[in-house]
């Protein structure tokens, strides 16, 4: 069955590519497999990740630049992310909205996760999607994020490329932005760049950009474009400055160092999957939870805990 | 010298209280005996959370709850928390104009704590300032966030007690609150409520609530205090909301609940660093980073690299 679905998917049909994605999804046996074999043959594709705070416009962004990317003949699909609670429905409504200006477009692939209970699950499920679409022959992945919390961040390091969108007059946001994804960004895009502010805006992400010491000065300088993406102006801008920072990756070693450090982060958490797995055969769920009853009670420690478990797994 | 410590610590003395903190953050010899032996000896402190976002006014309105509960007769220790960049230096600030205010009370203990590079680093050792603190006798911690990202949510997570802070006019904020936030809130506080536009934001956070299909609705309600940090009104009321979660978390089994359930991350988080270890010992650093480029070089896959591993491991 893989195989078929593979040969079909990498040729760029459409059902075999949705039908991939939800046996991945769901996990299916002989899928982690197949994600292997598609692993081998990815590596193409120019993986984007757009974040930031919600009503920034985002949707409408990506959207926009979907449409400029087609216009340069690329084949786009783009990732919808909402790890928040599962009452918000935000990436459902925001793809019903898309697919009706583009989603009929045969080059233009739409797909949106939900969370998965847990941050790691969803960066997973994340990182596989990327992997399938990236075999399938995609010139752009889009990961777009819903919100711009922590758990965003960690799904859009999987990007090879972060714009972080903001808009005018959201001073508070722009202090947010300095919670860790400042740090991240690749772009800044100021979006709805008709309001009043929006140079001010500009002027304080530069200043912020000259306060980020983390940064090497010799190294890539973030750009931040101004857009308005009810209009679309400025989104073939963006498009440049994306396509100026893969090319500015690859010609210094620079994509080769991101690639590795995903494979890094990627296995540590295989590891750790195997590592539950194994204390739930060795110890057991019941005796863990007699030993969390234990510490919680204070009766034991977590260190002598830990300890003690260790031993049990021959760590 | 950790006998010494522990028994002068535990009789209030501040001294040995600082060097105790400070023996633990830089990870001394020895340092994780003490805190096993410090584990017995809490569980009494009430641990209250405090996050939101910037520019919410949470120094003031701590600095104003310390003073309440001060009142109250109780002895209170302060965790301030900043997981963002390095270069913010917000935290630290923040202590000054306390310390001015507050910190001349032998009765009162500030800490701040900054990015540990890792939020993983930073949520453990908040956990084990917590516990120096709960064995020396301090009838409440609060840890105090200057963000409200998911590293924060992450951080108050070690709380009993969370309170989330916002202020009115906020609106795209009470959207972001929704970004796991909103779930792990235990009591609201709209502070500056003297602004135009308070009773809206305690509207429209009843309107979330409700929304929150999460939330098991027999059990706790999470109440709205309206608060004005800078003249202390409703802090009062803060301070008995409080009081009235504790007692509930107590005769409703949950405070054990709570405490089983960060007994069991704390244990899990150990174990993954003792599997850290165990790579660097049995796989080593060279061999690992060879398998990484491998992955990232596509001639090998993260799957089959991480069941070699484990293999290797004997996971």
Chains 1, 2 share one sequence.
Not at 82 to 110: E, K
Not at 113 to 131: F, N, Y
């Amino acid at each position: 069955m893989y195989d078929d679905l593979i040969t079909r998917l990498t040729a760029g049909d459409r059902r075999a590519l949705a039908r991939m994605v939800s046996l991945i999804e769901n996990g299916a046996p002989g899928s982690q497999e197949a994600l292997a074999r598609l692993h081998a043959l990815g590596g193409h594709a120019h993986i984007i990740g757009v974040t930031g705070s919600p009503g920034a416009g985002k949707s409408t962004l990506v959207m926009q630049l979907v449409r400029e990317l087609r216009r340069r003949a690329a084949r786009v699909a783009i990732i919808a992310v909402d790890p928040t609670s599962p009452f918000t429905g935000g990436a459902i409504l925001g793809d019903r909205i898309r697919m009706q200006d583009i989603g009929g477009d045969p080059n233009v692939y739409i797909r949106s996760m939900a969370s998965r209970g847990s941050v790691g699950g969803l960066s997973s499920a994340t990182r596989d999607a990327v992997r399938v679409l990236d075999a399938a022959a995609f010139d752009h992945i889009i990961i777009e994020t819903v919100g711009a919390g922590q758990a965003e961040v960690e799904i859009v390091r999987a990007a090879q490329s972060i714009v972080v969108v903001t808009v005018p007059g959201m001073g508070d946001d722009i202090q947010a932005l300095k919670a860790g994804i400042l740090e991240i960004a690749d772009c800044f895009c100021v979006n709805k760049a008709d309001r009043p502010g929006a140079d001010g805006a500009v002027a304080e992400l530069r200043m912020l950009l000259s306060l980020d010491t983390g940064r090497d000065k010799a190294a890539w300088k973030p750009p931040i474009v101004k857009t308005i993406a009810a209009t679309g102006e400025g989104v073939p801008a963006l498009a440049d400055a994306l396509a100026n920072h893969i090319a500015f990756l690859r010609a210094s070693g620079q994509l080769v160092e991101r690639g590795e450090r995903q494979a890094r982060s990627e296995i540590l958490a295989l590891l750790y999957q195997a590592l539950l797995a194994r204390v739930d055969a060795t110890i057991g769920p019941d005796r863990f939870a007699a030993v969390v009853r234990e510490v919680a009670a204070r009766e034991n420690d977590p260190y002598s805990a830990a300890r003690a478990m260790e031993q049990q797994l021959g760590l």
